[in-house]
Nanobody, 124 residues
Framework: QVRLVESGGGVVQPGGSLRLSCVASGVTSDYYAIAWFRQSPGKEREAVSWINTVDGSTNYADSVKGRFTISRDNTKKTVYLQMSSLNAEDTAVYYC?????????????????WGQGTQVTVSS
């Protein structure tokens, strides 16, 4: 059974930092692309970042480039999202997801397995 579990969310002040974790279990070897998406109330789900856990290549949404960093520790089957310079617009539920496709990383319907999400709130 495939399972993705996110953690690390919380409340942080503007300008602050958080690190999210996504632990994967039960995934087959072809599911080595993992992405972070986010969704805030009244908005569509938005792709944030993506990593190929085999070769380490990454992608980022323009809105987070230079502020967020995605990384992986394959020994722990964990993908991280280091978020810095957070602002109110980053407030959302953050989800990790995995797919066996490598193209169009930003399209959520291409992802087959999702975590339950972790809330990030940026507020003073």
């Amino acid at each position: 059974q495939v399972r993705l579990v996110e953690s690390g969310g919380g409340v942080v002040q503007p300008g602050g930092s958080l690190r999210l974790s996504c632990v994967a279990s039960g995934v087959t070897s072809d599911y080595y692309a993992i992405a972070w998406f986010r969704q805030s109330p009244g908005k569509e789900r938005e792709a944030v970042s993506w990593i190929n856990t085999v070769d380490g290549s990454t992608n980022y949404a323009d809105s987070v480039k230079g502020r967020f960093t995605i990384s992986r520790d394959n020994t722990k089957k964990t993908v991280y999202l280091q978020m810095s310079s957070l602002n109110a617009e980053d407030t959302a539920v953050y989800y990790c997801a995995t797919t066996n496709r490598l193209a169009h990383w930003y399209i959520d319907v291409f992802y087959d397995y999702w975590g339950q999400g972790t809330q990030v709130t940026v507020s003073s």
